[in-house]
């Protein structure tokens, strides 16, 4: 993975488990250990579900860059339609807390969605691939007589 695909992953994940840190101390604090270990879980599943499909989307983005707004856009939505399936699936659990669970996994998921617009922006992205210095350096052109 090149290291600006690192960088924006960092830029991204890093202020996600901050809020996941967060999450899980107030959910302990009000919930008891069901309550820290739900928020836990939820902060685990956004930066999995959302590291996972922003290595995807930059792949697409340099190898079939015609499909990337639409891979986007499909990729979004599948992992919000996802993360509410988790939220289906665990809001009867014993396990952990739901609630808490819910409430990291909307909080993680909006941190994630403004981190990656903020490092999106940031990123100094070359929109014309710069000319090498060698190439072109004597071509002629027309007759040669």
């Given at each position: 993975m090149p290291s600006n695909d690192v960088r924006n992953?960092?830029?991204t994940a890093v202020p996600t488990a901050a809020v996941g840190v967060i999450a899980a101390v107030t959910g302990g604090v009000l919930a008891g250990g069901k309550g820290a270990l739900g928020a836990a879980v939820g902060a685990l599943v956004v930066i999995l579900f959302m590291g996972i499909g922003l290595v995807v989307l930059q792949r697409t983005a340099k190898s079939l860059p015609h499909l990337f707004q639409a891979m986007g856009?499909?990729?979004y939505t599948a992992q919000l339609l996802l993360l509410f399936i988790f939220v289906a699936a665990f809001k009867n659990t014993t396990l952990f807390n739901p609630k808490a669970f819910a409430l990291t996994?909307?909080?993680a998921t909006l941190v994630w969605v403004a981190a990656q617009a903020r490092a999106?922006?940031?990123a100094k992205i070359l929109y014309v691939?710069?000319?090498s210095s060698k190439a072109n350096t004597a071509e002629k052109t027309g007759s040669s007589t």
């Open positions: 992953l960092l830029h856009l499909m990729l996994l909307v909080v999106h922006m940031k691939e710069p000319e």
